[in-house]
């Protein structure tokens, strides 16, 4: 936020990573089968329920969750209130990006991305119950097999409820299966 000469404070606008009138939520490129091919995500974890958008030359896409009450975490938080939790929303953009990276082959033989790091991530409203959380991402760098950066934007309703920086770095996913099957 800022202060205007007169002292009130104005809220800077963002700028939009993609236009609103540049895709349909109604038109879905990849539902939630298609989204499977490329991430592991199953069950309670999976945070995308469609693609809507996807252009490679600008390295945008888009997509959204619907939030229903039986979301895992509506139970507890918060008891008759429930709200979802930040981190849901950026697993929304984590996905998201882990799609179009391996959709696009951007990350070599990498077969998971993990968190590698957020960076001046904000949250700005609450997404709740009978919401559809748009996620924009845009991709901002790329080393295959080193690391990705994207930034990400949250919408419900048109008005943006999160937003910043995600860093995606490749799992060793042959060496986790590995000492998890040592361990069991």
């Excluded at 995308?48 to 996807?54: C, E, N, P, R």
């Excluded at 490679?56 to 008759?80: L, Q, S």
């Excluded at 008005?159 to 361990?183: C, E, N, R, Y």
Aim: charged letters at 25%.
């Amino acid at each position: 936020m800022a202060t205007g000469l007169s002292g009130e404070l104005r809220v800077t606008v963002k700028e939009l990573l993609l236009d609103f009138a540049d895709f349909d939520l109604n038109h879905v490129i990849a539902d939630l089968e298609a989204i499977r091919r490329f991430n592991p995500q199953r069950f309670e974890m999976e945070q995308l329920t469609a693609m809507v958008f996807d252009d490679f030359d600008r390295k945008i896409c888009a997509g959204y969750k619907d939030i229903t009450e039986n979301e895992f975490w509506v139970r507890g938080h918060m008891p008759g209130m429930p709200l979802m939790p930040g981190v849901l929303i950026c697993e929304s953009a984590a996905q998201m990006c882990s799609y179009y990276a391996h959709k696009h082959c951007l990350l070599g033989d990498c077969k998971v991305v993990g968190f590698g790091g957020l960076e001046d991530v904000r949250f700005r409203d609450p997404v709740r119950v009978g919401d559809r959380l748009v996620v924009v991402c845009k991709m901002l760098k790329v080393r295959p097999g080193a690391i990705i950066v994207c930034r990400f934007q949250a919408f419900v309703r048109q008005s943006m409820v999160a937003d910043g920086k995600i860093k995606g770095i490749p799992l060793p996913v042959d060496a986790l299966v590995g000492q998890q099957k040592a361990t069991t």
